[in-house]
């Protein structure tokens, strides 16, 4: 794989993976896009748009529902929703060429181990979007923040991979950096998602609003401890400075005190949530250890009820 022209898929077209599908198409990279529903058929109509803090654009390309229209691609970005992976991973077959690479770039720490399971560990790479965007209406897409990614390999020997995606992804402006650790950055994402995700559905509140609250910072930090207990059981160790690091970069985003998680905004449009991937793992892995955790707990018995 090289930064010049390739062949590349979007599965799961929504906020994340149409506004990066959208960047690398406007570099002149052959990109597909699939999606679904009302959002599907307005880019089949009208276009991808996407109205950006880094200019606008509108994207004229393949828009599909099915992997099969698609035929083999370099490079497939996944970016379906935690509790879609496996059946994703599964459709991704008629795309997948013998040197075809996969980018996971979702929400939770568990999703690039289910595509290498059917793909292997050497196509498979890790991801973590750094952006703040969302669907405003079917076919647009609003990018607000950010717009950076952090990849990495499985193991060493997808270290020259990451290297060529990132690459890839240099060439079409969008920051982007290799991790020296994937892990460890999947990691401390969700313990900025873990609270702040289910705190925005189970107060409807937004970053700004909920980092203004400072009633609330002993709660949040009490969660990101039970995700840093919950990583050491993986063998990872976040710096006991994390909680702090975390609500620091929150603060910083004052700023941007209308931006809504990803799990609100999907909250708000009756789609299901993704609770299992944020907050489920931290209580299945701290009760695989004989441990508790205590607000994880409360924040996934109440958001599987969350309607």
Wanted: glycine share 10%; aromatic share 4%; charged share 25%.
């Amino acid at each position: 794989m090289t930064a010049e022209k390739i062949r590349i898929a979007v599965m799961g077209a929504g906020a994340v993976g149409g506004y990066f599908g959208a960047r690398l198409a406007a570099a002149g990279q052959n990109v597909a896009f699939i999606a679904r529903g009302g959002h599907l058929e307005s880019m089949r109509r009208g276009g991808l748009r996407v109205k950006s803090i880094q200019g606008n654009l509108c994207i004229r390309s393949l828009f599909t529902s099915s992997s099969d229209e698609v035929g083999p691609r370099d490079l497939i970005l996944l970016c379906v929703k935690s509790y879609d992976t496996e059946e994703a991973a599964k459709k991704l077959e008629p795309m997948m060429g013998e040197k075809t690479v996969v980018l996971s770039l979702q929400n939770g720490v568990d999703n690039p181990e289910k595509i290498a399971k059917l793909w292997g560990v050497d196509r498979t790479l890790a991801g973590v979007a750094d952006i703040a965007a969302r669907v405003p209406e079917p076919g647009m897409i609003e990018h607000s923040a950010s717009g950076r990614i952090f990849l990495g390999p499985l193991q060493e020997s997808g270290r020259e991979t990451a290297g060529d995606v990132e690459a890839v992804l240099t060439g079409a402006k969008i920051p982007c950096q290799v991790s020296r650790d994937i892990q460890t950055t999947l990691w401390k994402k969700l313990a900025w998602n873990a609270p702040f995700c289910a705190l925005s559905c189970l107060l409807r509140m937004t970053v700004g609003e909920i980092v203004a609250a400072e009633s609330l910072w002993s709660l949040i930090t009490s969660c990101i401890e039970e995700v840093r207990d919950a990583a050491r059981c993986q063998g990872i160790e976040l710096p006991p400075s994390t909680a702090e690091e975390t609500l620091g970069i929150s603060r910083f985003s004052r700023s941007l005190k209308d931006v809504k998680p990803s799990m609100l905004q999907d909250l708000e449009a009756g789609k299901p949530l993704e609770y299992e991937a944020l907050n489920g793992i931290i209580v299945k892995l701290l009760h695989g250890a004989g441990k508790r955790a205590p607000i994880n707990e409360i924040f996934y018995t109440a958001l599987k009820d969350k309607r």
